[in-house]
């Protein structure tokens, strides 16, 4: 079974901590993608990556950055928390090709991120 | 600027009858459609799919219809089932890209 896995289902943070969101995938997909959910917004893409070591800004990358530093793993990392990054994150997957096949992304069940 | 547009925020059927959630796109270069189903406190699940090639797709209760010229699409679920209540999210690409832009969603709420 093909998977995209969260560290963490819920966390709760301070103001002002450096905080990790980790992602791993098992279906040697390409590209990673960070999205948050908020009610009434939608998803909205933080950050992607097509390769390792490589990354794009997504519609809303401030307050965020990025690693990949390998195939399978993207982090997350918000360097200053604040409460409006208070928020249910979801990682995703996709592999790449002439397109995005029947299914495009394979996601996460979600990180619940509470910013006090 | 919002390029795929999910006008109504809920829906409340009733059991057994049909469910019709509706979708626009403003990009004409969307070539690829796809729906994803999310139950709190999950990740989004693949639902169906539809390539601009054709009209309808369908995949047992869940149908996908796709017209182009009013850059809209509707998926259908008949008969609608309490399990159906759950956020759908619209989301197309472009020309094979593998980024996708996502609607707001709506949450449907199937009584029984």
């Known amino acids: 079974d093909v998977k995209v896995t969260q560290s963490s289902r819920y966390l709760v943070k301070r103001t002002g901590e450096k905080v990790f969101l980790e992602c791993v995938q098992d279906m040697d997909h390409e590209n990673m993608f960070w999205y948050r959910q908020d009610p009434g917004l939608g998803l909205r893409l933080i950050y992607f990556s097509y390769d390792v070591k490589m990354k794009e800004k997504g519609d809303i990358p401030e307050g965020y950055s990025v690693s990949r530093e390998k195939k399978e793993r993207f982090s997350l990392i918000l360097e200053s928390a604040s409460t409006n990054q208070t928020s249910m994150y979801l990682c995703?997957?996709?592999?790449?090709?002439?397109?995005?096949?029947?299914?495009?992304?394979?996601f996460g069940s979600g990180t619940r991120l509470t910013v006090v | 600027d919002q390029q795929v547009k999910q006008n109504s925020p809920s829906l409340s059927v009733q059991e057994g009858r049909i469910s019709i959630l509706n979708c626009d796109y403003t990009n004409s270069m969307f070539d690829y459609f796809l729906w994803y189903k999310k139950y709190p406190a999950e990740g989004p699940t693949f639902l169906i799919s539809i390539s601009s090639i054709k009209d309808k797709n369908e995949d047992g209760r869940f149908t996908v219809f796709l017209n182009k010229s009013a850059k809209h699409l509707s998926l259908h679920i008949v008969p609608s089932q309490p399990g159906d209540s759950a956020v759908y999210f619209c989301?197309?690409?472009?020309?094979?890209?593998?980024?996708?832009?996502f609607g707001k969603g709506t949450k449907l709420t199937v009584n029984p």
């Open positions: 995703a997957s996709s592999s790449q090709g002439p397109g995005l096949g029947n299914y495009g992304y394979t």
């Open positions: 989301a197309a690409s472009e020309g094979g890209s593998e980024k996708l832009v």
